[in-house]
């Protein structure tokens, strides 16, 4: 068994596959989630696919005696993969507080006790919303950052500064910042995926929602844009091969291989799709046809943004794998298997 792993947020979308692939690469993981954006059931099909239950400790990282807690019960953890956070770009706009203060006042209290408890290595979910619209495309990690467009980009921002000013005051630990671009797609098990509550903010759950008749119809948000077809462009990256990078970033900071006592990689494709390019080859890959029409443009929308993966590629060591078309299947399975649960 290699080292103990502490995923936070590991019962939510991002968390529980990268829990997967950690335990499939020998590590053992300890789950923390107040499974506020989540399910328990989440641990269940991690057991399922894997054959190991990792440990689970719901509870909130808000509570930092209770982290302190976890710590104590789980003598041993080398690294901390941080995934919780609160997530939906729109309800950061109307609720900033509640986004300040569970994404920062968590990442201070993991920050806090890391070092007292020997913890060497920190991963951080961050994101390619730290661009903002680039100058240049395909973006690279020496990009400027750009001013947050929400109170939940200004998180990831604040998130990464703080890190990086820690372990530049001196802190016992090494951190990687990944950049994810837009993760989608499920377990090809379809055990797990992505659950959202409510109406999907997000284009393949609205996608899938719609292929299965929840929603009436798809709306693409702007035909109008400088671009070939005229919709945005984004960088589509499958869950399975982002949560690969998440163990590579450990391993290279255990391993003692970081070239920084804090890098930062970008995890996209390096391809560009448009919102209907995204559509049409959804319909190609499951043979279901979509409804949609074409609607306003959503306020804050970026025209395009496709990362530039070389770094992560050649530094790290990985390299996003799995075609669009593969991607969107496992999607619709998941969908698929979601209904025949009666869940959706
Ligand atoms: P998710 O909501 O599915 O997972 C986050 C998990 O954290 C949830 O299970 C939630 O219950 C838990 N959580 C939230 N606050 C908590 C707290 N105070 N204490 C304990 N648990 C808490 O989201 P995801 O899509 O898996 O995203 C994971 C991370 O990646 C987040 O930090 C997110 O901001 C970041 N990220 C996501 C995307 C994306 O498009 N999904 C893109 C870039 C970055
Ligand atoms: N879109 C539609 N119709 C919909 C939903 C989305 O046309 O019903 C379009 C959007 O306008 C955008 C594209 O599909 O052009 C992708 O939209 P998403 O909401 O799926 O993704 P975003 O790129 O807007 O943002 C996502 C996450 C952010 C994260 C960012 C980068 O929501 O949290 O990716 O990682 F910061």
């Known amino acids: 068994?290699?080292?103990?792993?502490?995923?936070?947020?590991?019962?939510?979308?991002?968390?529980?596959?990268?829990?997967?692939?950690?335990?499939?690469?020998?590590?053992?993981?300890?789950?923390?989630?107040?499974?506020?954006?989540?399910?328990?059931?989440?641990?269940?099909?991690?057991?399922?696919?894997?054959?190991?239950?990792?440990?689970?400790?719901?509870?909130?990282?808000?509570d930092k005696e209770a982290l302190r807690r976890l710590f104590e019960k789980h003598k041993g953890i080398k690294g901390?993969?941080?995934?919780?956070?609160?997530?939906?770009?729109?309800?950061?706009?109307?609720?900033?507080l509640l986004y300040y203060r569970n994404n920062l006042v968590t990442m201070l209290n993991l920050?806090?006790?890391?070092?007292?408890?020997?913890?060497?290595?920190?991963?951080?979910?961050?994101?390619?919303?730290?661009?903002?619209?680039?100058?240049?495309?395909?973006?690279?990690?020496?990009?400027?950052?750009?001013?947050?467009?929400?109170?939940?980009?200004?998180?990831?921002?604040?998130?990464?500064?703080?890190?990086?000013?820690?372990?530049?005051?001196?802190?016992?630990?090494?951190?990687?910042?990944?950049?994810y671009f837009n993760p989608i797609g499920a377990h090809p098990s379809a055990e797990i995926g992505e659950l959202p509550l409510g109406t999907p903010q997000n284009l393949l759950p609205y996608i899938t929602q719609t292929a299965i008749g929840v929603r009436e119809q798809?709306?693409?948000?702007?035909?109008d844009y400088d671009t070939p077809d005229g919709s945005c462009i984004r960088d589509y990256i499958y869950v399975v091969d982002l949560a690969k990078a998440h163990v590579k970033a450990i391993e290279r900071m255990l391993e003692n291989k970081s070239q920084d006592n804090v890098e930062i990689f970008n995890l996209g494709t390096g391809k560009g799709v448009s919102v209907l390019e995204l559509i049409h080859t959804f319909e190609e890959a499951t043979g279901v046809k979509l409804r949609y029409k074409i609607a306003g443009r959503r306020e804050g929308d970026i025209t395009q943004v496709w990362a530039d993966p070389r770094k992560a590629n050649t530094v790290l060591g990985w390299k996003a794998e799995t075609s669009l078309a593969d991607t969107l299947k496992s999607a619709w399975n998941w969908q698929l298997h979601l209904r025949e649960k009666g869940i959706m």
């Open 80 to 96: 901390v993969i941080n995934f919780a956070a609160s997530k939906a770009v729109g309800e950061s706009v109307k609720k900033p």
């Open 1 to 62: 068994m290699k080292a103990k792993i502490l995923v936070t947020g590991g019962a939510g979308y991002i968390g529980s596959h990268t829990t997967v692939e950690l335990q499939n690469a020998g590590y053992e993981v300890v789950i923390l989630d107040n499974l506020s954006n989540s399910n328990a059931e989440v641990i269940d099909g991690i057991e399922r696919i894997t054959g190991i239950r990792p440990a689970f400790e719901k509870m909130d990282m808000q």
């Open 218 to 223: 798809l709306s693409v948000f702007g035909d």
């Open 111 to 179: 920050l806090d006790l890391m070092p007292e408890y020997g913890v060497e290595a920190l991963v951080f979910s961050s994101s390619c919303t730290v661009y903002g619209q680039p100058d240049v495309l395909p973006v690279d990690e020496t990009a400027p950052i750009k001013p947050a467009l929400s109170p939940y980009g200004n998180t990831k921002q604040i998130c990464e500064e703080i890190i990086t000013d820690t372990i530049h005051a001196g802190a016992p630990f090494k951190s990687i910042l990944l950049r």
